[in-house]
């Protein structure tokens, strides 16, 4: 591997640039984001808190693309149990100390708590980085050429301008919601009380496991990022099979767990039975959740990434247009129905991309 400091330097710089304007425009337009999207409901000071988290968020993913690409991936999932670690030691001591004083600064103490642990994260990685850079020497020729910034720009501002759109559309959705159940009749206490039972609650012990299999999926990046590199089209055929076959068996049992045991897990976490009613509805969910994530790491390893993006854009489109249309005709029935529709879309359609890339070009054994 050749230029690797030269380029991660570069990478870096990017990063660091396009997330501090990034934060000056949120900054700039906080006043505008509290009035129109949170309702006045929380202080400047949150926004701002999420404008300072935003470069070592970017340049903590630029450096985890690294450890991907060299295929040092534990060091990416260190980082991220030092991250979750320090988040719930840090978040449960400010939350203490600012709960009592209201819900706006229960906010804050959560921006706050995911601030601190950012960092944390973010100055591990970077220290383990500068280290793990150090065995690489750059190539003389690289030095001399410049086309690896055109490289770079090539791949980064598609995956940009997608992400941008779909995180624009994300947080239109999420806004979205509890007005369109409110608008279905259900009183604006209780369309947030749903809202955040279904969201805060019920979701998360669904997603949990998928922190898991995320740490799986992303060590098949750089192996079929290699396979794809070799034209070995037959080998990326027989390990999409098996991984398929694998992760879809192991997707429905924790499938089967969810469901099972929805009582316990909301007793134990939250001391409310409510919550197991949702985490049983949801639970078929976790299949598709599971899988999907496996199905899009298998799709940027064959270098595919803008495909996924695009997906999900579409995804994001039509589940944001059935919540703004259909919910406040269905109410909460209505809600669950898209995420449903959202998650099932997203994995059929990733699934089809996977099936032609895989299993409809001509084959080629590497040597």
């Given at each position: ?129 500068m280290l793990d850079k150090r065995k690489y020497n750059n190539s003389p020729e690289l030095a001399q050429n410049r ?79 290699r396979y794809h590199a070799k034209k070995d089209y037959k080998r990326t055929k027989q390990i999409t099979t098996i ?71 579409l995804d994001l489109a039509i589940s944001t247009s059935f919540i703004y249309f259909c919910v406040p005709k269905l ?37």
């Open positions: 591997m050749v230029g690797v400091k030269k380029v991660m330097k570069k990478c870096l710089y990017i990063t660091l640039i396009t997330s501090i304007f990034t934060s000056l425009i949120f900054w700039v337009n906080t006043d505008f984001i509290i009035a129109k999207c949170l309702h006045n409901k929380v202080s400047p000071q949150v926004v701002h808190l999420f404008c300072l988290a935003l470069p070592p968020i970017a340049m903590s993913s630029a450096i985890s693309g690294y450890f991907a690409g060299v295929r040092r991936i534990y060091k990416n999932a260190i980082g991220q149990f030092i991250e979750h670690v320090a988040k719930v030691i840090v978040t449960a001591f400010i939350i203490n100390i600012y709960l009592p004083k209201g819900l706006e600064f229960a906010c804050f103490a959560l921006i706050l708590g995911d601030l601190i642990s950012e960092v944390i994260s973010f100055v591990y990685i970077y220290i383990v980085f086309n690896y910034t055109h490289k770079l720009l090539r791949i980064s501002i598609p995956i940009a301008i997608t992400s941008y759109i779909r995180s624009g559309l994300s947080t239109f959705k999420q806004l979205i919601i509890p007005s369109s159940l409110e608008k279905s009749g259900i009183n604006c206490s209780e369309s947030l009380s749903k809202y955040g039972i279904i969201n805060g609650m019920a979701l998360p012990i669904i997603m949990f496991p998928d922190i898991l299999v995320k740490s799986f999926a992303n060590l098949l990046v750089p192996e079929f990022a991984l398929l076959f694998l992760i879809g068996g192991a997707s429905t049992a924790l499938t089967v767990l969810l469901f099972v045991f929805s009582d316990t897990l909301a007793l134990t976490l939250y001391k409310d039975i409510s919550v197991a009613h949702y985490i049983r509805i949801l639970a078929p969910l976790a299949t598709f959740i599971y899988m999907d994530t496996v199905v899009d790491s298998v799709l940027r390893g064959l270098d595919a990434q803008v495909g996924v993006m695009i997906i999900n854009i109410g909460l029935t209505g809600y669950l129905i898209s995420i449903y529709m959202s998650e099932i879309l997203n994995f059929v359609v990733s699934t089809i991309q996977l099936i032609k890339i895989v299993y409809f070009r001509k084959e080629k054994t590497s040597t």
